[in-house]
């Protein structure tokens, strides 16, 4: 993030700037995808909880209906 201010401060080209933008939203949106693929496995395959999903917690279709589509 501070690389995101240190570009904008320092006037970098606006297409630098859309770049680290973008690497920071994708970073952002793999964490939350990481975090739901346990889930979504189960719920696919039938698979019975493993430790992973019970340190991530219970996820309840309000949670995943809370996305804005990205």
Known sequence: ???LLD???TDDSPS???DKIKDI????S???IDAFRP???AQT????E?????????????????????
């Open 1 to 3: 993030m501070d690389d």
């Open 7 to 9: 570009a904008i401060v």
């Open 16 to 18: 630098q700037i859309s």
């Open 25 to 28: 939203l994708f970073a952002k």
């Open 30 to 32: 793999a964490e939350k």
């Open 39 to 41: 889930y979504v496995a």
């Open 45 to 48: 395959f039938g698979e019975v």
């Open 50 to 70: 493993s430790e992973e999903e019970e340190e991530i917690g219970e996820i309840s279709d309000e949670d995943l209906e809370s996305t804005d589509g990205v």
